[in-house]
């Protein structure tokens, strides 16, 4: 390698860095999970209230992802990102000033505002960050680069928790995981800032919403926005779903399943990205999309096994179940969304706002979920989280179809 090859090669690795930090501060939204617990228990909030803070997030995907993408148009996608970090810092500085100078209700309205600023962030930061990597991998690697900025989200949501539970314990103050977060983003914004990134230039702004949606009319990109559906609906599906699987079966304490399941659900999945990461550099988007379909649908047959069984169950086969679609799902949102921008390069900020607004699946999955787990029990529930997994699958064996002619 020449030293001018070896300069191009740093510099590329040194502008990288800061994207990477960006995917840790875009892992953010996920504590919201953990400050519910704290503000339900604290406000006495019914199940009901509790659970509409973490929908704010998936609502806000549905209004402002399009649009995003036709910011990024005018401002480009790294001072959209920026944006995006402002936005979080704000979400982050509100809880603080709620617990530092109010109780009662003015807190709590703090608290709902900050998570309502969380969602809007993160949707912003989701649209323009996943796609800005293209400035720096094509083909078939964008999807290993994307979900390595995965797993490096994945570390914010990992400590997210134990960060919360440390503050309660030591200092009597939970919400400390927004201090220490606020600052970790404010060094995120203060490198991305700072990178140096040759980037598309931004169009005139002459694109608009119709013109956005109308994409959806290319059976390829269809395909692609409903393997998003699909991975988030799984995603978002089987973490509600999957305790009480459990529950109904050995009557255990519902708390400690809960977490358990959760646990090794995110535990596979942090695995799948790592692999991913690795793996997916080597081997193609069709071979990808083939595999998780594969080991998502033997997920869905497990779990089908599990709930049909009407005394007892191999517990055994739950927890497999539970780790494989954790894996095989990890990486189904990085081969779809890679699949599109490679796909439609000249029109990838606004093939990245609609695919983004496919993050609703976890808004639609779940409550179909529950219906059919009422009407049918757990098995009903599986069979709608099978329709993802099966989707994916069909996708991956029919793979020509994402691989037909581009349409003008």
Not at 64 to 76: A, E, Q, R
Not at 152 to 178: D, Q, R
Not at 282 to 289: I, L
Not at 317 to 322: C, K, P
Request: glycine share 10%; charged share 10%; proline share 4%.
């Amino acid at each position: 390698m020449s030293n001018e090859t070896s300069k191009t090669a740093n510099a590329g690795l040194k502008a990288i860095i800061p994207v990477m930090f960006a995917f840790f501060v875009m892992g953010f939204v996920d504590l919201v999970g953990t400050a519910t617990n704290y503000v339900k228990a604290e406000f006495t909030l019914a199940d009901g209230t509790a659970n509409l803070f973490t929908t704010m997030v998936f609502f806000w995907f549905l209004i402002f992802s399009v649009p995003t993408g036709m910011l990024m148009n005018k401002i480009g996608r790294r001072k959209t990102v920026l944006w995006s970090i402002l936005v979080t810092l704000v979400a982050m500085a509100l809880p603080i000033i709620a617990y530092t100078v109010f109780e009662g209700t003015p807190r709590l309205v703090l608290i709902v505002a900050s998570f309502a600023f969380l969602g809007i962030g993160n949707t912003l930061m989701q649209v323009s960050l996943n796609p800005l990597l293209t400035v720096f991998v094509k083909g078939d690697k964008l999807a290993s680069t994307l979900t390595t900025g995965q797993f490096v989200k994945a570390f914010a949501s990992l400590f997210a928790p134990y960060i919360a539970i440390w503050g309660a314990n030591k200092l009597g103050m939970w919400w400390i995981l927004f201090v220490i977060y606020f600052v970790v983003g404010i060094v995120g914004y203060i490198l991305l800032a700072f990178d140096k990134i040759e980037e598309p230039a931004p169009d005139a702004g002459t694109t608009t919403i119709a013109k956005c949606f109308k994409l959806l009319g290319d059976p390829i990109i269809l395909l692609c926005f409903l393997g998003i559906i699909s991975h988030v609906g799984v995603d978002v599906g089987i973490n509600a779903q999957a305790p009480r699987i459990l529950t109904e079966h050995t009557g255990d304490q519902f708390t400690a399943i809960a977490a358990t399941a959760t646990m090794v659900y995110f535990i596979a999945r942090m695995i799948g990205c790592f692999t991913g990461g690795i793996v997916l550099q080597k081997m193609s988007n069709k071979t990808g999309v083939r595999i998780c379909g594969a080991i998502m649908t033997l997920s869905a047959i497990c779990f089908a096994i599990f709930t049909l069984s009407t005394s007892n169950p191999p517990v055994w086969l739950f927890w497999t179940a539970v780790a494989l679609v954790g894996f095989g799902n990890s990486n189904v949102f990085s081969l779809f969304l890679s699949h599109a921008l490679m796909y439609r390069p000249e029109r990838q900020n606004e093939i990245s706002g609609l695919m983004l607004m496919g993050l609703i699946g976890g808004a639609i999955f779940p409550p179909i979920m529950g219906v059919a787990a009422d009407a049918m029990g757990q098995f009903g529930g599986i069979l709608v989280m099978a329709v993802g997994c099966v989707y994916v699958l069909v996708v991956g064996v029919f793979y020509k179809v994402l691989e037909g002619s581009k349409k003008a």
